[in-house]
């Protein structure tokens, strides 16, 4: 009896060993395709300075929806096709501009960018003295002092988060919420200090969300040098600002998101999801935030094909359009799933920026997280070293609600928010090795759950 477990257990090692073992050597292929013939930096040039900037709504997100459906069925798709969407169109509408008037007569202009769906000043402009508040308790301690003043959000990127993406969800509240938190109390504007831990002057952008119970007021997030000095100059003496913003919006609009599929050989309606955010902001290239998952996508499909990898189940590689002020295409694609009763095992997104891949977020059942737990040795060689749980990006997560699996690539965070909704997240601060890596494990985890399941 004895020699029969022995036996038994040494088989189940062997072959354990052995699927390893074949594993390693096919992620292997997969990286060599990629780090020999991969297309995603070229891709990546193609759509951040030949289609460059895409919001929702925008002749850019036109040019990209049809971009993304040449490059997925240039790339090998067995279909592709666009899932129309309504999405929301706001437009910026002018150039935004701000003055600060100091120690009498004294002038400087700020480097300031409307927030995205923020309600412009129109032509007039609004002008009005600065009063500084660190925090909403701050706010609310000042609120007998705010009426026709400009408020100035002057909370920092938390310096002691080593993941930065903390630092963003603990300061992004003054973005979303800050603007109405201010008009309760008769503000006229607002200012932002920009979310991120940079060392320039660059605003970053991202959407606010207005109150209905309080008037809509124009509000700019302004660069960190420049909110710097008003801070010191707020110390010293009386500041007013004359801001000039022409944001608004038009009626909804026809969007898309882009879907290339391979269909399964064996379970061909069973769907594993792997994709980016096709729009941007329309300040810059959009070039990490989204354009680096969108082409580590498209790379995945090519890179299956060139191998002629044939998957079990059915993988669509999808381009969702507008993550960045509506996620109306993340939800128009589970709504779709769930329409036509579609079972979605696995959904795996990019949105954290070209850079190093570090590990995974997961979001699923205690047992399927320690079965991606398992894997990881299969991915040391590229640069990831865990899978924690967390959940997937924003577009994906929706499907958890159709019982899938859903998770997101972690790549380092220490840049990404240097880029993040700013002009500066163009092309030549994406590193072509590092969006290669990303595509690597990206590849792999997918080749996993559709050979092994979760």
Not at 18 to 39: M, T
Not at 131 to 149: A, H, N, R, T
Not at 170 to 176: E, F, I, K, N, T
Not at 374 to 388: A, D, I, K, N, R
Request: hydrophobic share 35%.
């Amino acid at each position: 009896m004895r020699r029969t477990v022995l036996i038994a257990s040494l088989f189940l090692i062997g072959h354990s060993l052995f699927a390893q073992n074949e594993d390693s050597l096919f992620i292997r292929r997969l990286a060599d395709e990629v780090l020999v013939n991969g297309k995603a930096y070229d891709n990546l040039y193609d759509l951040t300075k030949n289609v460059g900037a895409r919001l929702a709504g925008s002749p850019g997100m036109v040019k990209a929806e049809q971009w993304g459906l040449k490059t997925i069925q240039k790339s090998g798709s067995d279909k592709a096709w666009l899932q129309e969407c309504m999405v929301p169109h706001w437009v910026r509408g002018g150039q935004d501009k701000a003055e600060a008037t100091y120690n009498g007569s004294s002038k400087k202009s700020l480097d300031v960018t409307a927030l995205g769906n923020s309600e412009g000043s129109g032509p007039k402009g609004v002008t009005a003295d600065v009063i500084e508040v660190k925090s909403f308790d701050d706010l609310e301690s000042k609120k007998d002092q705010i009426k026709g003043k400009i408020v100035f959000y002057n909370y920092h990127f938390n310096p002691t988060f080593v993941q930065t993406f903390r630092s963003y969800g603990d300061a992004v509240r003054y973005r979303g919420a800050g603007p109405s938190r201010a008009s309760k109390y008769g503000a006229v504007g607002v200012i932002v200090r920009s979310m991120t831990h940079s060392t320039d002057n660059v605003p970053h952008t991202g959407s606010t969300s207005y109150d209905p119970a309080y008037p809509k007021i124009p509000a700019v997030a302004i660069g960190l040098k420049d909110a710097d000095w008003l801070s010191t100059q707020l110390q010293k003496a009386p500041v007013k600002v004359s801001m000039t913003t022409y944001g608004h919006f038009l009626p909804d609009t026809i969007g898309h998101n882009v879907i290339g599929e391979l269909t399964g050989s064996e379970f061909p309606n069973e769907y594993i999801t792997v994709g980016g955010h096709l729009d941007s902001w329309d300040l810059a290239e959009g070039a990490h935030d989204d354009g680096a998952g969108i082409t580590q996508t498209i790379e995945i499909l090519r890179a299956f094909k060139a191998l002629g990898y044939k998957p079990r189940h059915t993988i669509r590689f999808v381009l969702f359009m507008n993550e960045e002020n509506g996620m109306r295409g993340g939800a128009k694609y589970a709504e779709e799933a769930k329409a036509n009763n579609e079972k979605h095992i696995f959904g795996l997104e990019s949105d954290a920026g070209g850079f190093t891949p570090r590990g995974f977020s997961f979001g699923g059942k205690p047992e399927q997280l320690e079965k991606a737990k398992s894997w990881v040795p299969l991915f040391y060689p590229y640069g990831v070293y865990e899978v924690t749980r967390g959940g997937g990006g924003a577009d994906v997560s929706p499907l958890a609600g159709l019982g899938a699996a859903v998770s997101e690539l972690s790549p380092d965070s220490q840049r990404y928010f240097d880029y993040h909704h700013a002009r500066n997240d163009v092309f030549e601060n994406v590193n072509k090795r590092e969006l290669e890596l990303g595509a690597i494990n990206m590849a792999a985890f997918i080749y996993l759950v559709d050979k092994y399941g979760l």
